[in-house]
């Protein structure tokens, strides 16, 4: 990527997927930005800005060429990146013909997971029948909106192919951004799904009053049992404190603005999840997160309380008050 | 403790100091409370409440006697609590006779470090003669604030002696504090200094600009310095996500109301460090962390980036805007 004038497609036009786009257009190359909706598209067009999203960015359209053909837009680039909201990756994914993917690189910049499939976005490729090799993923702690603001954010670029994860990491560090790479895809990706969820409990303790002391005990607890889980799915002698795990839960359970955090605060404050849903007009990741997350701990001998806690509140029905209380006697 | 009634000398009347008396009260123990000033001691005697820290708190003084004499608060105890600023203790300390400690357990609940011996008080205590099995301290994360509101907190209480420190523990207890044991008391400790100069760190770059996905990195990247310096003076298999290192740490940095962060905020402003501690009429404690923990890391064959760029502001004089972008190099 690094070296040559590449081609990116960028399949998504939400707040991460704008950011990611201003990042891109500080390197030498060309952007095919796939926008689903016309009037959207036509937005861009006329004035260089994300109407929806982020729309203080004034992006460098001499580089980016925008089609509502997903398809066009996949032939005419060399890596491809996704990044829409998780609920629709599936059903985005199923509009492409499956054969313009064949060796393209394909980046993710989902933070949720394919909950068609129970799936985190790099195995579910990988079942699909691409190469790990040509599989990255991009990590936060990141909000968009200081992406935007141009503050100084980390990102971690995790692939088996190391090489790969280096040059992508290239192109994304700028005076504002320092990349890093990782070989650990596959804990970074389970750990971006599982702070959602981090993030809906620590949303429904704020709501039923609970104050700074027990949220980070909460955050303590949290980081640990995503460290459990990670050590069942995928051992590794990983270090859980560096910034693609622990930064990123840290940014997202503690931030106001977090979707998830809300959509928890509303959980605690007696919303149905029908009538938070509604009432946000969007489907938070860590809903669908909480339910895969426990698909497949289901076939792992191991015990993770505070997402336990969320599934029941937010699958079986139980009164939050009823189910974190009975989490508080399991934190230390 | 638990099992007799028991009479726990309580020296200093802060905050914490005032929320500890709260929590003994719960329990059949008599208090003796060590007062300096004469005219606060009227005042609590008067109104049972402390006037200047947590005054919401009303205080069963039918279990609390009030002494401005420290040696007599210590002859009628068997055990001795310890609460004052860390800037204080080793003056407190050397108005006491040593005898009267012979035999008395001695709980410290100091969250700072002996900067006049560049020890934490564990470490002060035994050079001073005390026995290990002897000495406990109790680690957070808990703002006073939030005890005194009954809000759930959980608490850690540290000994090599284990016994004694799940008595403590048991003490401590009621419907809102969860406390635990653990025998890492040089750990707890020595994390519970260096978490101040972490707030301090925050403080100042929240005050250059630095925004949330910063701050979450400076975070993780606090926590492995955290760990990287107890590894080094204190070997053992700790877990550092556990709440009374990751969670004390995540509770002090990111709460605005931090007297360390307050302070950092201050010289990331541009004010010195003479009239931050004037304008806050108060001495943070990581001040004086930072300069002790420095002068042990001299012997240690390690890098602590964080804490030198602490140092390196406070002590050298170098511009927090010049020192902390040095930092963010070395941040990962």
Known sequence: LRNKKSNIAVIGDGSWATALIKLFTNHQVEINWYIRQDEILDKIKENGRNPLYLSSVKLDMSKINLS????????????????VPSAFFHSTYKKIVRENLNDKILISAIKGIVHEKSKIVSDFLITEGF?????????GPCHAEEVAMEKLSYLTIASENEVLAKDVAGILSCNYIKSSSSADIVGVEYS?????????AAGICHSLGFGDNFQSVLLSNALNEINIFLDAVYPLNRNINKSAYLGDLAVTAYSQFSRNRTFGAMIGKGYSVKSAQLEMNMVAEGYFGTNSIMKIVKNLNIELPIIQAVYNILYLNISPYIEINLLTDKLK
């Not at 790990?132 to 990590?139: F, G, H, N, P």
């Not at 971006?192 to 809906?200: G, L, P, T």
Request: glycine residues 0%; negative net charge.
């Open 192 to 200: 971006a799904v599982m702070k959602n969820i981090m993030a809906i």
């Open 131 to 139: 190469s790990s090799d040509k599989i990255v993923a991009i990590a």
């Open 68 to 83: 509502n053909d997903i398809n066009e837009i996949i032939c005419q680039s060399d890596s491809i990146v996704f990044v």
